[in-house]
């Protein structure tokens, strides 16, 4: 979809209490480092996949921007999930990004990079723009006026995964690590054992971590326990919410008290608030 219409569409559609969404804005002013996906000549970019908005074929990385009417200086990056083949744009995006823009977070939606290239290194690609993303919200804030305020990332699935190896992972040189992490049913996160990957590296300095999974996800819960006892004995604020149901890919839907997993962003929106300092 080009830029422009996808900023019309954004434009009209806001939920109250976010006072606009900026045009999307290429992350990169020229090619972006590393390897570029392997887009498929022909393919449609956006389209439905399981009831939702997604994305693929992307080559150019963007930030859109939802601004609150009062920013607290807070701020947010979100990665949709999708396996990083492909991008849900709706309900692990622009959806999540209003939601939490209510509360007067600055949220910036980041597409990295998909599909992947060369899927042993997956990731290569999202990392380097995870990383670049990380930099411009905290500039955008600090010409704000917010230069304290703290800059957290928000991720589902692999998107969970990207956000979680920005905070505790193997990062570019020189990268920046966020403030807090928010993870919804992170995939990746262990090996064929079951065990988690070594790759996460906790110390008593690691930013908190908020994380929320379904005990019939596919990709099990038991990940993420792994990951927040890590934090937990490390002396790193975290918390864990496991829901009996919800399964994988739940994302942000109305709220309903028969469907706790639906209840997630009132959760995480409290959490967020020790976050402010």
Not at 1 to 9: F, S, V, Y
Not at 11 to 21: D, F, K, N, R
Not at 198 to 224: G, L, M, Q, V
Request: glycine share 10%; net charge neutral.
């Amino acid at each position: 979809m080009p830029l422009h219409l996808r900023h019309l569409l954004l434009t009209w559609t806001l939920a109250p209490g976010v006072l606009s969404a900026a045009p999307e804005v290429h992350l990169w002013k020229d090619k972006p480092p590393g390897d570029l996906p392997a887009v498929k000549e022909g393919a449609a970019p956006t389209g439905r996949m399981n009831d939702d908005e997604r994305m693929t074929d992307v080559a150019a990385p963007t930030l859109t921007w939802f601004r609150p009417e009062k920013p607290d200086g807070r701020a947010l990056v979100v990665c949709p999930g999708g396996g990083y083949q492909i991008l849900a744009i709706h309900k692990e995006g622009d959806k999540v990004a209003e939601r939490f823009a209510k509360e007067g977070i600055t949220v910036a939606v980041l597409h990295y990079r998909v599909p992947a290239k060369n899927t042993d290194a997956a990731d290569a690609g999202p990392r380097q723009d995870i990383a670049e993303a990380l930099r411009q919200v905290r500039a955008e804030m600090k010409s704000k006026g917010f230069a304290s305020g703290k800059t957290g990332v928000l991720g589902f699935s692999a998107g969970g995964h990207l956000v979680l190896e920005s905070a505790y992972g193997p990062m570019p040189s020189g990268a920046e690590r966020p403030d807090f992490v928010v993870a919804i049913y992170p995939a990746y996160l262990t090996d064929k054992a079951g065990v988690l990957k070594p790759e996460f590296a906790i110390t008593k300095e690691s930013p908190p971590a908020c994380f929320f999974h379904a005990a019939d996800d596919k990709y099990p819960a038991d990940a993420s326990a792994q990951l927040w006892r890590k934090l937990h004995d490390a002396g790193v604020k975290a918390e864990l919410h496991i829901y009996s149901g919800g399964g994988h890919g739940f994302g942000i839907s109305e709220p309903n008290p028969d469907k706790p997993w639906t209840l997630w962003p009132d959760t995480a929106a409290s959490w967020m608030q020790g976050m402010r300092k």
